[in-house]
């Protein structure tokens, strides 16, 4: 499948209705002459009909234009709120005469193309300045207090925390990467720095954690399974033994709860652990470790 280059210089957006008859030549025209751009660059187009339920994506690669059509069945398409600044082009004061008969031209109109702007990742210090104040008699000296912070005497904000978590467990990326990411804007956190701060962080959302773990217990139905997952430098175990992720996934239909729990084994205790309470359906891949709770919670299984 074909597909831009991540690194695109612009992505373009085509504010004004556009014909869904038009065809890859008709948009390219649009291009040219509504956007004044260059159809031939590498850049995206995103064109949105009068209904706001389709849209056309045009893309020049290498050799031939690409085109993407997509059709939304309940939503409709909306443009980012978050416009950039407006950057005025006029022409010069020596350009501004006609080129019949010399008077000086007036402005009639604008012509706008939108192009959407990305501000990369920084870092900046915030530095808590702590107000002291003391009394005449020597007796008595106060400091203004520090606000509760994630992880007390950490150069770690809020905001650096919840980066480095969403990169790591949302994006995919590992933290030996954003080491890197980090040292090439000027910054050095080792990996075990951010290692330590993610284990600390785990501890914060654990009351969230609990409350989720309520109600998945709370509704009939449960999926559970568990997968192989290989710890180094786990204490008491080689490297190259097995450890295991539990997943279980229930709650309410629309807002469903997924959660994962580590456990170096695989025996029945662990099922009965975090079905502890549990009234209802499960749903297993057959695996006879479920056994012993199903009949000690007088579960009905649905393999």
């Known amino acids: 499948m074909m597909r831009p280059s991540n690194d695109l210089p612009a992505v373009y ?7 869904f008859r038009k065809g890859i030549n008709g948009l390219a025209i649009l291009v040219e002459e509504d956007l004044q751009r260059d159809p031939f660059s590498e850049q995206l187009v995103v064109f949105c009909n009068r209904r706001r339920d389709k849209v056309k994506i045009l893309y020049w690669e290498r050799r031939g234009f690409c085109m993407w059509q997509k059709r939304f069945e309940k939503a409709r398409f909306k443009w980012p709120r978050q416009v ?6 006029e022409l010069p004061e020596s350009q501004r005469h006609c080129n019949h008969d010399g008077r000086l031209l007036t402005e009639i109109g604008e012509v706008i193309s939108e192009q959407l702007d990305i501000i990369p990742a920084k870092i900046r210090v915030t530095r ?6 003391a009394c005449a008699c020597g007796q008595c000296i106060k400091t203004a207090p520090l606000p509760a912070q994630p992880i007390p005497k950490s150069m770690a904000s809020p905001g650096l925390l919840a980066h480095i978590t969403v990169l790591k467990y949302q994006n995919a990326l590992p933290l030996y990467r954003q080491e890197t990411i980090l040292q ?10 951010m290692a330590n701060w993610m284990i600390k962080a785990g501890q914060l ?18 999926q559970m399974d568990e997968t192989t997952v290989q710890v180094l430098k786990e204490s008491g175990k080689r490297a190259q033994s097995k450890s295991y992720l539990w997943l279980q996934r229930g709650g309410p239909p629309n807002q469903p709860v997924v959660l ?10 662990v099922a009965k652990r975090l079905l502890d309470g549990f009234k209802g359906y499960l749903q297993t891949d057959g695996y006879d470790g479920y056994n012993a709770v199903v009949a000690a919670n007088q579960l009905t299984p649905a393999s």
């Open 260 to 269: 994962y729990h580590y456990d170096p084994g695989r025996g029945a205790g």
């Open 13 to 19: 957006l085509c504010r004004d209705v556009v014909d």
């Open 184 to 193: 090439r804007i000027g910054v050095d956190i080792p990996r075990a720095t």
């Open 205 to 222: 959302v654990q009351p969230l954690i609990n409350l989720l773990q309520d109600r998945l217990l709370s509704h009939d139905i449960i």
């Open 84 to 89: 950039a600044s407006d950057v005025i082009h």
């Open 128 to 133: 808590h300045i702590r107000k002291k104040y």
